[in-house]
């Protein structure tokens, strides 16, 4: 299994998830269950157990870290998918691929959204930051 992140500048931001809902989460569920924002830093300024008003709540914050998860155990190819957001107003839109999927899914993201800024992670987190991202790609 690997994990495959296409990198969102804020500009595209909205746009982008609406794109990745429709194409790439179609069946899955959040595996969250319980929201709240900020996460683990003290007194919770906004909490629900409503993803999509969560989703909500950390758009209208031009610069907000926050961490969505998905899972669909029926989906072959992309079992789990992210939505990463970040202090600097990226977004980082992953996917869980099957080794055997990968190319697939890498043309698809970078068909989709217009970019070729993706990046592979085994077992780790990409950056939290769009220049970190780029630098890392650019190797």
Same mark, same amino acid.
């Given at each position: 299994?690997?994990?495959?992140?296409?990198?969102?500048?804020?500009?595209?931001?909205?746009?982008?998830?609406?794109?990745?809902?429709?194409?790439?989460?179609?069946?899955? /569920?959040?595996?969250?269950?319980?929201?709240?924002?900020?996460?683990?830093?003290?007194?919770?300024?906004?909490?629900?157990?409503?993803?999509?008003?969560?989703?909500?709540?950390?758009?209208?914050?031009?610069?907000?870290?926050?961490?969505?998860?998905?899972?669909?155990?029926?989906? /072959?190819?992309?079992?789990?998918?992210?939505?990463?957001?970040?202090?600097?107003?990226?977004?980082?839109?992953?996917?869980?691929?099957?080794?055997?999927?990968?190319?697939?899914?890498?043309?698809?993201?970078?068909?989709?959204?217009?970019?070729?800024?993706?990046?592979?992670?085994?077992?780790?987190?990409?950056?939290?930051?769009?220049?970190?991202?780029?630098?890392?790609?650019?190797?």
């Amino acid at each position: 299994m690997e994990d495959i992140y296409i990198a969102i500048e804020f500009p595209k931001r909205d746009e982008s998830i609406e794109v990745f809902t429709q194409k790439y989460l179609q069946g899955f /569920k959040d595996a969250n269950g319980y929201y709240e924002y900020p996460p683990f830093r003290g007194e919770n300024e906004f909490e629900t157990d409503d993803y999509k008003l969560m989703l909500s709540y950390v758009l209208r914050r031009e610069k907000s870290k926050f961490r969505f998860y998905f899972e669909n155990k029926a989906n /072959k190819e992309t079992p789990f998918a992210m939505m990463f957001f970040n202090e600097d107003g990226s977004l980082f839109l992953g996917l869980g691929v099957y080794s055997q999927f990968a190319s697939k899914y890498e043309q698809n993201l970078e068909n989709d959204f217009n970019s070729s800024l993706i990046m592979f992670c085994y077992n780790t987190i990409p950056p939290d930051n769009l220049n970190e991202f780029k630098s890392i790609i650019k190797g």
